[in-house]
C-alpha cells in the first residue's frame, strides 16, 4: 500500500518533470459540459432550465462534502473509511438529542458536528500514535461507530424534524438550495485552505515527502491530525444534511456514502499515494459523477447501471490518465520521483 | 500507507525472526479461540456440542476463502475489494443457473472457477499493466461487478438450490468420515496457498515485491505476471466462495458479499492474521485461524446473548489489538536495536 512501483518495462519513455499544471481540471471540466450537453439534448427532461438543473444537486451533495472532507485526509498519503460510519453517528446523535433530550436543532446541529470531529480526531490520534497505517485504523473504528450508531439508533429511530430544518435538505434561497450555497462556499473554503494557507501547504508536503517535511521542522503529527478532524467533521455535517433530505435518520444512513465519494475525489485527479491534486478537481468530479448519475436515471436507467457507470468511468479515466498524462513506466517513475524539484518555495513554509 | 517516520524503512529481517513472529501470532490465536471456547463452554454447555463446533468451523469457511485470496494481494502491496461483488456474482450467477436450467455441480464449480479467474485478470491486468493502484482499480471493479450482479439476477434471487449442491455446502464426505465437504476444500486450498507462497518461485517473487517492488524488479522477478497471477487467484478464491456460500445457506441475492461487505471484512481477518498491510509479509495460517477465531467468537457471543449490533465493535476491537500490538513491538524492537 506505499507507492505503486509494479511495472517491469522494456522500454524507458522519455520523463516529462511535471504534469502540466490544471490539464486534467480542464479535462475534468470539458466532460462536465459534453456530459451536460449530451444529457440535455438526448434525455427528455434532464433540462429542465438553470434552476432546474441546480436543484438536481441536492441528490448527490451530501456526497460531495464527503468528498471534500476525503481531499485533504487523501492529499497526506492517508485514507478515512470510518467516514460513512461518523456520518451515521453524527445523523443519529442529533436526533436522540432533539427527540429524547429536548435540545433545539440548533443546539443539537453543533453538537452531532462537534461528535463528528471528536471521531475524527480518535481517528488521527490512532494513526499518528500507534503509527499504523491509516486504512487499518479506519477500519476498525468503522467497525466500532457502525455498532454504537446501531445501538443509538434503536428498532425505532426519531424522525419527522422541523420544516425548518428539513429545508437545509430540501429548500432553497432565491431558487437556489441551501445545500449548493453550503457546497459551493465549503469549496471554495476548502480551496483556500489548501492553496492558500500554511496548514495546507503542509498537507501537501506530508504527502508529498513526510520525512523532508519533518526534517524542514513541520509538526507532521498535529497536520495529520487535522486532516482527519476536518474529515470527520465534514463526514457529520453530510450526515446531518442526509437527514435534513430524508427527514429521518437511519443507523446505515451512511454506508453509500464512502465508495462513491472516494470516487470522486480520485476522479478529480488527487493522488491515492498524497501530495498532489487539486480542491476544483474533486468539485468537478463531484458535478461528473452526481450528473452522469442523474442523467442516466432521468433516462430510466437502473440504479446499477448507473454504478456500472461510475465504476467504468472512474477505471477509463485514470487509464487515460496513466497512459496520456504521467510517465508510466517504473523507471520513468523512479528518474521522476528523484529529478522532481521540490514543490512548495521553502521560505514561504519556513517563514 | 504510511512509511514510518523518521526512520529508514527497516529491512526485511532474516527468514528466522519474522518466522518466528508469525508463529507466535499463530500461536495466540489458537490459544485465544481455545480460550474463548472453553470459556463459553462454561457458561452454558451447549457451546460444546459436537453440532455446534461443526457450525462454527463451516460458518468460517466462506470468509476463510476470501481472506486466502486477499492474503496474497496484502503480501504483494496490494488490496482487493472487489472480492465482495465476485463473490456475490458467482453465488447468484451458479445458485440461478443450478435452479432454472439444473446446471450439474461440477460444471457449475468450473464455470464459477472460470468466472472468477476472468474477474480477478481484469484487476491484476489494469493493477500491474497499467499501473493504477490497487484500491482505485478495485473500486472500480466493485462498482462494476456489483452492476453485472443486477444485471444477470434482474432482481431475481436463489431461495433454494438442488440436492447435490446442499450436500456440497453442507455433507459430509463419506458417512464413515464426517468430514463436512467444505472444510476439506478449505483445508486443500490452504496447504495450497502455503505451498504457493513458502516453497514455490511464485511465492518468493510475491514476498520480494511486497518487500520492495523496485528492487525485486531489479533482481529478476517477472513483477508483472506475477501481481497478475496474485490477482487472479484471489478472484478465483472469492468466487469458489461464493459458490460454497450459495451450496451451504441456499439462497443468493443481488446484494450477496457486498451486503455483508466481505471486502472488508476479508481485510480485516486479514490483519488478525497477522499480514502485515505494508506487505511484505504474511501468513497463511493465520489468516484461517483468524477467519476461525472470528466465528468462534461470533458464536460465543450469540451463545452468551449478547445483542448482534455489538459483533462488528468487538471486531473492530480485534483489528485494534492486533495492529497495535505488533506496531509497539515493532517500536521497541527498533528502540532495542
Redesign the interface.
Known amino acids: ?2 507507492r ?5 518495462p522494456s522500454v524507458v519513455s522519455p520523463v516529462r518533470r511535471k504534469p502540466r499544471l490544471g490539464s486534467w481540471e480542464r479535462a475534468l471540466a470539458a466532460l462536465l459540459l459534453m456530459q451536460l450537453l449530451f444529457f440535455s439534448l438526448v434525455v427528455p427532461g434532464f433540462f429542465d432550465g438553470v434552476s432546474g438543473l441546480l436543484n438536481m444537486t441536492t441528490n448527490f451533495l451530501p456526497f460531495g462534502l464527503v468528498a471534500l472532507g476525503l481531499v485533504p485526509v487523501i492529499l497526506t ?3 478515512d ?1 470510518s467516514v460513512g460510519s461518523i456520518a451515521g453517528f453524527s445523523a443519529v446523535f442529533m436526533a436522540i438529542l432533539w427527540k429524547h433530550f429536548g435540545l433545539s436543532l440548533g443546539a443539537a446541529v453543533p453538537l452531532a458536528l462537534l461528535a463528528g470531529a471528536l471521531l475524527g480526531s480518535l481517528n488521527g490520534l ?2 499518528t500514535r ?8 479506519t ?6 461507530f ?3 450508531t ?2 443509538m439508533a434503536g428498532a425505532d429511530p426519531p424522525s419527522g424534524f422541523p420544516d425548518r430544518f428539513n429545508a437545509l435538505g430540501t429548500g432553497a434561497l432565491w431558487g437556489v438550495s441551501y445545500q449548493l450555497i453550503l457546497f459551493v462556499v465549503l469549496a471554495v473554503v476548502f480551496g483556500l485552505l489548501i492553496a492558500r494557507t500554511r496548514f495546507g501547504r503542509s498537507v501537501i508536503m506530508v504527502g508529498y515527502n ?2 523532508a517535511t ?1 526534517y524542514s521542522g513541520i509538526n ?1 503529527n498535529a497536520t495529520v491530525l487535522g486532516v482527519y478532524v476536518i474529515s470527520g467533521l465534514m463526514a457529520a455535517l453530510s450526515g446531518v444534511v442526509l437527514a435534513a433530505y430524508y427527514s429521518a435518520v437511519r443507523g446505515d444512513m451512511g454506508d453509500i456514502l464512502l ?1 462513491t465519494a ?2 470522486m475525489v ?1 476522479l478529480g485527479g488527487i493522488n ?2 498524497g501530495g498532489e491534486g487539486s480542491v476544483l478537481g474533486a468539485v468537478l468530479a463531484v458535478l461528473i459523477l452526481g450528473f452522469l448519475r442523474q442523467g442516466l436515471l432521468i433516462a430510466g436507467f ?4 448507473t ?6 468511468i ?2 477509463i479515466a ?2 487515460a490518465k ?2 496520456l498524462g504521467t510517465p ?1 513506466t ?1 523507471v520513468a517513475q ?1 528518474q521522476a520521483r528523484f529529478s522532481r524539484p521540490s514543490p512548495p518555495p521553502p521560505e514561504k513554509v519556513m517563514e | 500507507m504510511l512509511p514510518i517516520p523518521g526512520s529508514p524503512r527497516v529491512p526485511a529481517a532474516s527468514g528466522h525472526q519474522w518466522r518466528t513472529l508469525l508463529e507466535s501470532r499463530e500461536l495466540i490465536l489458537i490459544a485465544a479461540t481455545v480460550v474463548v471456547i472453553l470459556l463459553a463452554g462454561l457458561i452454558n454447555h451447549d457451546f460444546l456440542s459436537g453440532s455446534n463446533l461443526r457450525f462454527m468451523l463451516l460458518n468460517s469457511v466462506v470468509l476463510a476463502l476470501v481472506a486466502l485470496g486477499q492474503t496474497l494481494v496484502i503480501i504483494a502491496k496490494g488490496i482487493d475489494l472487489s472480492v465482495a461483488p465476485v463473490l456475490g456474482l458467482a453465488a447468484i450467477v451458479s445458485g440461478l443457473l443450478a435452479t432454472r436450467q439444473g446446471l450439474p455441480l461440477w460444471s457449475a464449480v468450473l464455470l464459477v472457477l472460470a468466472l472468477g479467474a476472468v474477474l480477478g485478470l481484469i484487476n491484476g491486468a489494469l493493477v500491474s499493466s497499467i499501473n493504477i493502484p490497487p484500491i482505485i482499480v478495485t473500486l472500480g471493479t466493485y462498482s462494476l461487478y456489483s452492476g453485472l450482479i443486477f444485471l444477470y439476477s434482474n432482481g431475481d434471487q436463489v431461495n433454494s438450490v438442488p440436492d447435490s449442491y446442499a450436500h456440497f455446502g453442507n455433507g459430509a464426505l463419506a458417512s464413515w468420515f464426517p468430514l463436512p465437504i467444505p472444510i476439506l476444500v478449505l483445508l486443500v486450498i490452504m496447504l495450497a496457498v502455503w505451498l504457493l507462497l513458502g516453497h514455490l518461485p511464485f511465492g518468493r517473487n510475491i514476498l520480494a515485491i511486497g518487500n520492495n517492488p523496485a528492487a525485486a524488479h531489479h533482481a529478476g522477478v517477472p513483477v508483472k505476471a506475477t501481481l497478475t497471477s496474485a490477482y487472479v487467484i484471489t478472484g478465483t478464491l472469492a468466487a469458489l466462495a461464493g459458490l460454497i456460500y450459495v451450496c451451504y445457506t441456499g439462497s443468493a441475492t443481488a446484494t450477496t458479499g457486498t451486503g455483508d461487505h466481505f471486502e472488508l471484512q476479508s481485510i480485516a481477518t486479514v490483519l488478525i492474521g497477522g499480514t502485515a498491510v505494508a506487505g511484505g509479509r504474511g501468513s497463511v495460517f493465520g489468516t484461517v485461524l483468524g477467519s476461525t477465531f472470528l466465528s468462534v467468537v461470533v458464536t460465543s457471543l450469540v451463545f452468551l446473548h449478547v445483542p448482534a449490533i455489538w459483533y462488528s465493535a468487538g471486531e473492530g476491537l480485534m483489528i485494534l489489538l492486533a495492529v497495535t500490538s505488533s506496531s509497539l513491538r515493532r517500536q521497541d524492537t527498533r528502540r532495542a536495536a
Open positions: 500500500m506505499t505503486p512501483a509494479n511495472a517491469a498519503g492517508g485514507i473509511l490512532l494513526i500507534t503509527r499504523t497505517e491509516p486504512l487499518i485504523i477500519l476498525a473504528t468503522s467497525f466500532v457502525t455498532s454504537i446501531t445501538a513526510r520525512d519533518r507532521v465508495l472516494l470516487t480520485v491515492i499515494f437502473s440504479d446499477m447501471v454504478t456500472m457507470a461510475i465504476g467504468a472512474l477505471l485514470i487509464t496513466n497512459l508510466n517504473f523512479l
